[in-house]
């Protein structure tokens, strides 16, 4: 065990001490790192000594002691994994070819630059510097504790449903190892008398104005809601029914890999990643050159590409953008600010900020050619245009792109290659929203960093949270399960994760202040971020946020699922639901003002200072009173 005198600019790595309010200013004079390993994963504790002023009783230490990541690419490969999801693969391609293909790269780049990486910096410097998770990360300033929990919250939600998406993967992962995949023909026991061989189809069929990927009779799509989700058997979300047993099987399956991937936290999670960060890569890299030498396959890449400046004039695909950015970076979801708080001190958040970040765009245009390689091919074989087979959802992934993969020579090997893909995917992120394991992640990390009890018996914690998201996603397995999964995907992240990581942008630039934040910076990695980082968080970034939040309300319409219109009541519950977390912001704002003590601007100045500055509210001396700290940038 090495003891070291660490030099003047890494003193903020420790925790503040919390002094009486009769206290002076305290001045930092010394910390001690006691640097251990114990497997690999390197642990610091921390102490602080500190003069106090003549006549006062001077603070305890406080000891902390916190997980460090084992190697600095387990980090990059954890951040990756989180940010490099299936909506990188479902959902990219299809907004960038109906959006006016390169054309909608202008609006995502510029929303990228401006907005995305700026959060993205913002929340691995936070969690980095404070060493905290989404909750206790506040005490930068208590009155915006509320969004740690929102965000914790909204990552619960997730976690309950979207376990069922990764138990869909390995079902049809369990039903490839077949010399004949089970969606190529019909005449099976889940198959109806509608049923039309693809080899039969003529594209004529879609004179009406159905599009092929709407065409529910062929095998792979009986296969996707008649075998597998029996959605046939419920009439909508008032008829569940019972789980599936052999989803079941598969969900059970899931929560153990997630179960086992967390319970020793940082120590398990950030080995897990070596393969689940690196597998879609490979593998979309073996689709994509699969793809290319399939005809028609080059028809579907220009169309992916095609530039249509017109597109540009219609708001619809600003918005898209805007939400796609947002969502495939993942800030917002405590996530980021969990995974940094277990960096190193001195680490180099910013370049892993960019790094990371243009990974996980990168990943996205690239993913467009294995996927529209295929969809040229589809089009190619049913005689279609490209317009017919280009889907989004689960509708690409389940239906179009497996009814493809069964045509080729070797399918077997094939859907088994894109199936583990998808699985490493989901295991690893998110569609829209965030996977069970960074959710898990975050809410373990949120909730243990705020209750000691939590972090002393973090695996029966884990376990927990584990059995009870799986009790949850019981209802989406259910034969009308469909219907509740679409019902949490919508509301459960959507206006509720933007309008939290835009209270936690104005809490971090405004109130806390941009300058000092700034300086944090600096202590960390001695260098100060440049004007435009600065003029991003305060101004830019919320007002980026601003407008997508504005923009998902008002571009909210009722839920439906294909043809099926969902009653207006479980419209009702979703709103229910994604209010439910984000009243945890003026909820906790309330009940701090009221738990503190004092006149009301005593009060006020208690819940936006600083924990470790409450001393000087005592004092008269608030930051946040004056001027200068408002126009600082």
Same mark, same amino acid.
């Not at 070797?410 to 998808?422: E, K, P």
């Given at each position: 065990m090495n003891v070291q005198v660490l030099p003047d600019r890494k003193l903020s790595s420790v925790a503040p001490l919390k002094p009486a309010h009769s206290s002076a200013a305290e001045k930092r004079e010394v910390e001690l790192i006691l640097v251990k390993d114990r497997n690999g994963v390197q642990y610091t504790s921390s102490s602080v000594v500190a003069a106090a002023a003549p006549g006062a009783c001077a603070s305890p230490p406080e000891d902390q002691e916190r997980e460090t990541w084992g190697k600095k690419i387990d980090f990059l490969l954890s951040v990756i994994g989180f940010a490099v999801d299936l909506a990188n693969v479902w959902r990219f391609p299809y907004l960038c070819?109906?959006?006016?293909?390169?054309?909608?790269?202008?609006?995502?780049?510029?929303?990228?630059?401006?907005?995305?990486?700026?959060?993205?910096?913002?929340?691995?410097?936070?969690?980095?510097?404070?060493?905290?998770?989404?909750?206790?990360?506040?005490k930068i300033c208590p009155v915006f504790k509320g969004v740690g929990y929102t965000v914790i919250l909204i990552a619960l939600y997730v976690g309950f449903y979207y376990n069922v998406i990764i138990a869909w993967s390995l079902y049809y992962l369990y039903s490839s190892f077949t010399g004949e995949l089970p969606w190529l023909k019909c005449g099976n026991s889940w198959n109806s008398a509608n049923c039309t061989d693809p080899k039969l189809f003529n594209g004529s069929f879609l004179e009406n104005g159905t599009s092929y990927a709407?065409?529910?009779?062929?095998?792979?799509?009986?296969?996707?809601?008649?075998?597998?989700?029996?959605?046939?058997?419920?009439?909508?979300?008032?008829?569940?029914?019972?789980?599936?047993?052999?989803?079941?099987?598969?969900?059970?399956?899931?929560?153990?890999?997630?179960?086992?991937?967390?319970?020793?936290?940082?120590?398990?999670?950030?080995?897990?990643?070596?393969?689940?960060?690196?597998?879609?890569?490979?593998?979309?890299?073996?689709?994509?050159?699969?793809?290319?030498?399939?005809p028609g396959a080059m028809d579907g890449i220009r169309a992916y590409l095609h530039i249509d400046f017109k597109q540009l004039n219609n708001p619809t695909v600003w918005i898209d953008a805007a939400t796609q950015i947002f969502y495939s970076l993942g800030a917002g979801f405590g996530v980021l600010i969990a995974f940094a708080s277990y960096n190193k001190f001195d680490n180099n958040c910013y370049r892993d900020a960019i790094l990371t970040s243009t990974i996980n765009c990168v990943t996205s245009f690239f993913s467009g050619f294995a996927i529209f390689s295929v969809l040229g091919y589809m089009a190619f074989k049913h005689r279609v245009k490209i317009e017919d087979?280009?889907?989004?959802?689960?509708?690409?992934?389940?239906?179009?792109?497996?009814?493809?993969?069964?045509?080729?020579?070797?399918?077997?090997?094939?859907?088994?290659?894109?199936?583990?893909?998808?699985?490493?995917?989901?295991?690893?992120?998110?569609?829209?929203?965030?996977?069970?394991? @960074? /959710?898990?992640?975050?809410?373990? !990390? &949120? +909730?243990?960093? =705020?209750?000691? $009890?939590?972090?002393r018996n973090r695996k029966l914690f884990t376990f927990a949270t584990a059995f009870g998201t799986f009790l949850v996603a019981l209802l989406c397995i259910t034969n009308?399960?469909?219907?509740?999964?679409?019902?949490?995907?919508?509301?459960?992240?959507?206006?509720?994760?933007?309008?939290?990581?835009l209270i936690e942008a104005i809490g971090v630039s405004w109130f806390y202040g941009v300058d000092r934040f700034s300086e944090d910076i600096e202590r960390m990695m001695g260098f100060k971020p440049g004007l435009y980082w600065r003029l991003c968080w305060k101004f830019v970034s919320p007002i980026f946020?601003?407008?997508?939040? @504005? /923009?998902?309300?008002?571009?909210? !319409? &009722? +839920?439906?699922? =294909?043809?099926? $219109?969902?009653?207006?009541?479980?419209?009702?519950?979703?709103?229910?639901?994604?209010?439910?977390?984000?009243?945890?912001?003026?909820?906790?704002?309330?009940?701090?003002?009221?738990?503190?003590?004092?006149?009301?601007?005593?009060?006020?100045?208690?819940?936006?200072?600083?924990?470790?500055?409450?001393?000087?509210?005592?004092?008269?001396?608030?930051?946040?009173?004056?001027?200068?700290?408002?126009?600082?940038?």
């Open positions: 070819y109906k959006n006016g293909g390169g054309a909608f790269l202008i609006p995502y780049i510029l929303f990228l630059v401006i907005a995305g990486m700026p959060l993205f910096y913002m929340e691995l410097a936070l969690g980095q510097y404070n060493r905290e998770g989404a909750a206790t990360v506040w709407q065409y529910k009779i062929t095998p792979a799509a009986e296969f996707y809601e008649r075998g597998m989700l029996n959605l046939h058997e419920s009439k909508g979300i008032h008829d569940l029914g019972v789980p599936r047993w052999q989803l079941v099987l598969c969900l059970v399956v899931v929560v153990f890999i997630l179960y086992f991937s967390l319970w020793k936290g940082v120590k398990s999670s950030g080995k897990v990643v070596y393969i689940t960060a690196t597998m879609p890569y490979a593998v979309l890299f073996v689709l994509l050159i699969r793809g290319v030498t399939l087979v280009a889907t989004e959802g689960a509708g690409l992934v389940f239906i179009i792109y497996p009814e493809a993969i069964s045509t080729l020579l070797g399918s077997t090997f094939w859907a088994i290659v894109f199936f583990i893909m998808l699985l490493t995917l989901g295991i690893d992120s998110s569609v829209s929203a965030r996977t069970p394991w @960074v /959710a898990w992640k975050a809410v373990i !990390t &949120g +909730l243990s960093d =705020d209750f000691r $009890i939590l972090k009308g399960g469909i219907y509740v999964l679409t019902l949490l995907d919508t509301y459960a992240a959507g206006t509720s994760i933007l309008f939290g990581v946020l601003l407008f997508v939040v @504005v /923009a998902s309300v008002v571009t909210s !319409t &009722g +839920l439906k699922y =294909d043809g099926y $219109i969902f009653p207006r009541w479980s419209n009702w519950v979703g709103w229910g639901i994604a209010s439910s977390s984000m009243l945890f912001v003026p909820a906790y704002a309330i009940y701090k003002f009221i738990g503190v003590k004092g006149t009301f601007k005593e009060r006020i100045a208690y819940c936006i200072t600083p924990e470790n500055e409450h001393h000087l509210v005592a004092e008269g001396n608030i930051r946040q009173f004056k001027l200068k700290h408002w126009l600082a940038i």
